[in-house]
């Protein structure tokens, strides 16, 4: 499949690894928009939220139990934020899900 997430998730693509179990990745984005900006994806590739379903939504309870250790670990003390852009008009780019941690100053007040 080209899918550049699999590709990485692969290390056909080299990253920066925040984090890594069997059943996610979490690794700083190439274009960070924050001081902390790290991407969390499942393994299994699923395009977004919109692919979500009770036989695969597991994964996201697992990412988000995990994501207050991968910040701490990623020197966020004072809060941050999570973002997936899901469809073209919130720009996803990657269709593979992805959750985005922002942190490590003060963020924009608007989320939109
Ligand atoms: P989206 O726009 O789909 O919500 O987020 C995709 C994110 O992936 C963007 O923030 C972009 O900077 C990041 N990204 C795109 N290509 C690469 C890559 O090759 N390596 C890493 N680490 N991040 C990437
Ligand atoms: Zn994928």
Redesign the pocket.
Known sequence: MDC?FCK?IAGD?P??KAYEDNDMLA?????P?AKV?I?VIPKEHIPSIDGLNTDNASVVAKIFSKIPEIAREAGITNGYRI???CGDDA????KHL?F?ILGGEPLSEKMA
């Open positions: 550049l990485i693509i990253s920066k690794f700083y984005d190439i274009a928009q900006h991407l973002v997936s852009n720009c996803q780019t990657v992805h985005h």
